[in-house]
Structure formats: structure tokens, C-alpha cells
């Protein structure tokens, strides 16, 4: 597999803008050693932790779009992080990946970094393997803004937050008072400790990059249980590597 190897400012090629500048202080302060690699089917980016005194080592598709390359870094950063507390101790996309993640990625969100268009958020999501839960707070806090009916779905926009929580497996809140801001955020933390990992072998075991669709059925007497899972998967090998 070639690998591209050059100086730091040229990474800038690779990065949406306004984003450098936090990539690089990232792997000056975690030590990283990047490589950006040709297209890979089977992964996007990988990580292996660093081992007799060398640099962590990260390599990502040098082929993404800018937002899926920047995504995917961070995506490999979480586990660099993860790896550094717990070692091999936890789930490589278990709770603590995912809070990590989330932590890293609150920059650029604030500073809407990522793209609007749903389709190209969803694809980035499902690619990383990241469940979204989201809360709109646009009826205000005391349900007074004009036209806007608190917890109702009513335009474009609502559908389309929705349409990004559901496809990842996550939930979307519509908000319009205090209580119910609380109440939303209680639900997500309820979630999250009550999550379970279900894994299977594939028919096809090919990593082809292709997206595979999953339909997890509770049995029919547990009426009072409801499944919330992602709609399906890229068929991308695990990018942890020791």
C-alpha cells in the first residue's frame, strides 16, 4: 500500500477550513505519527498505539472528502486517547470512545465546521460508527416563540435532525420549557447506561465499503420493550490495531 509522507502545512489540502490549526496542535501534544494512505475498501483510518518509545501511528484514506477526512481523524484521535487511560481494558466503541469522541468533536460543531446536507452527515456518521442524539431548543425555553410549537416536527429541518438521529440509532428532542429540556437530556443519560451490544457473523464477510442494512427484532411476547438501533452499518474492518 503506498503512503504519502510530507511536510505538516500540507495536510491542509486535506482539512475543511478553519481546522487546521487544532489538527496539528493535536498531534504535536498526543505525539502523533499521521499517514494518509490511498483508498482502502475495507477501512477509512486506523490506529496503533505506540510501542517501544515511538509515536502513536494513525493513517487515514487520503481519497475522502474533507469533512469525512477530518471526521475520521478524530474518530482514530478518541481511540488514541481511550487506549492512553484504559489500555485494551474497554469496548473500542464502548461508552468511554464514544464520550471521548464527543468531547473532540464539540469544537467544530460550535463552530459548524461539517456540512448541512443530511445525506453527507448521515454517510459520516454511519462511516464512524457514531450514534447522534440531538435537542432543539427552538421553541425557546418558555414555549413563546412565535410559531413554533414546542416538541412538534413541523419543517424541513426537524426532519432532517430527526432523519440524522434515527438513521445512527440515536433520538431526536424538540424542547419548548425547562422541565422538558431536563427531562430530554435524563433520557439520553438513561440510554446510554442501558445500551447493549449485540454482535454477528455476516454472510458476507466481505469489507467492500458498501452498506449493509440490520433489522434487530425483539421477540414477539416482550410488548413492552422497544428496540432503538442504527439502520445499518459500512462494511469497514474495526481500525484499532495493536
Same mark, same amino acid.
Given at each position: 500500500?503506498? &503512503?504519502?509522507?510530507?511536510?505538516?502545512?500540507?495536510?491542509?489540502?486535506?482539512?475543511?477550513?478553519?481546522?487546521?490549526?487544532?489538527?496539528?496542535?493535536?498531534?504535536?501534544?498526543?505525539?502523533?505519527?499521521?499517514?494518509?494512505?490511498?483508498?482502502?475498501?475495507?477501512?477509512?483510518?486506523?490506529?496503533?498505539? *505506540?510501542?517501544?518509545? =515511538?509515536?502513536?501511528?494513525?493513517?487515514? /484514506?487520503?481519497?475522502? /472528502?474533507?469533512?469525512?477526512?477530518?471526521?475520521?481523524?478524530?474518530?482514530?484521535?478518541?481511540?488514541?486517547?481511550?487506549?492512553?487511560?484504559?489500555?485494551? #481494558?474497554?469496548?473500542?466503541?464502548?461508552?468511554?470512545?464514544?464520550?471521548?469522541?464527543?468531547?473532540?468533536?464539540?469544537?467544530?460543531?460550535?463552530?459548524?465546521?461539517?456540512?448541512?446536507?443530511? #445525506?453527507?452527515?448521515?454517510?459520516? *456518521?454511519?462511516?464512524?460508527?457514531?450514534?447522534?442524539? @440531538?435537542?432543539?431548543?427552538? @421553541?425557546? $425555553?418558555?414555549?413563546?416563540?412565535?410559531?413554533?410549537?414546542?416538541?412538534?416536527?413541523?419543517?424541513? =429541518?426537524?426532519?432532517?435532525?430527526?432523519?440524522?438521529?434515527?438513521?445512527?440509532?440515536?433520538?431526536? $428532542?424538540?424542547?419548548?420549557?425547562?422541565?422538558?429540556?431536563?427531562?430530554?437530556?435524563?433520557?439520553?443519560? &438513561?440510554?446510554?447506561?442501558?445500551?447493549?451490544?449485540?454482535?454477528? &457473523?455476516?454472510?458476507?464477510?466481505?469489507?467492500?465499503?458498501?452498506?449493509?442494512?440490520?433489522?434487530?427484532?425483539?421477540?414477539?411476547?416482550?410488548?413492552?420493550? =422497544?428496540?432503538?438501533?442504527?439502520?445499518?452499518?459500512?462494511?469497514?474492518?474495526?481500525?484499532?490495531?495493536?
Amino acid at each position: 500500500m503506498a &503512503k504519502s509522507q510530507a511536510p505538516l502545512d500540507a495536510l491542509k489540502d486535506y482539512l475543511p477550513e478553519g481546522t487546521f490549526e487544532k489538527v496539528s496542535e493535536w498531534l504535536y501534544q498526543y505525539h502523533i505519527h499521521l499517514t494518509i494512505t490511498r483508498e482502502r475498501t475495507s477501512v477509512l483510518g486506523d490506529y496503533r498505539n *505506540a510501542v517501544d518509545g =515511538k509515536n502513536h501511528r494513525i493513517s487515514v /484514506n487520503g481519497n475522502l /472528502n474533507k469533512f469525512a477526512f477530518l471526521y475520521t481523524l478524530i474518530h482514530e484521535i478518541a481511540h488514541l486517547l481511550v487506549y492512553d487511560q484504559y489500555g485494551h #481494558r474497554v469496548a473500542s466503541h464502548g461508552r468511554e470512545w464514544k464520550m471521548q469522541f464527543s468531547i473532540l468533536l464539540r469544537d467544530f460543531l460550535e463552530h459548524h465546521i461539517f456540512p448541512a446536507d443530511i #445525506r453527507d452527515a448521515i454517510d459520516i *456518521a454511519q462511516r464512524t460508527e457514531t450514534t447522534i442524539y @440531538a435537542i432543539s431548543t427552538k @421553541a425557546g $425555553f418558555i414555549s413563546t416563540v412565535p410559531g413554533v410549537e414546542a416538541g412538534s416536527i413541523k419543517d424541513k =429541518k426537524d426532519r432532517a435532525l430527526q432523519t440524522l438521529a434515527e438513521e445512527t440509532g440515536g433520538m431526536a $428532542f424538540f424542547t419548548g420549557d425547562m422541565l422538558s429540556l431536563e427531562r430530554s437530556f435524563n433520557k439520553i443519560s &438513561k440510554e446510554l447506561r442501558a445500551q447493549y451490544l449485540v454482535t454477528y &457473523k455476516p454472510i458476507n464477510d466481505r469489507y467492500d465499503g458498501s452498506f449493509r442494512k440490520i433489522d434487530v427484532r425483539l421477540d414477539e411476547s416482550r410488548k413492552d420493550l =422497544k428496540v432503538r438501533t442504527k439502520h445499518g452499518y459500512k462494511a469497514i474492518a474495526d481500525s484499532v490495531r495493536p
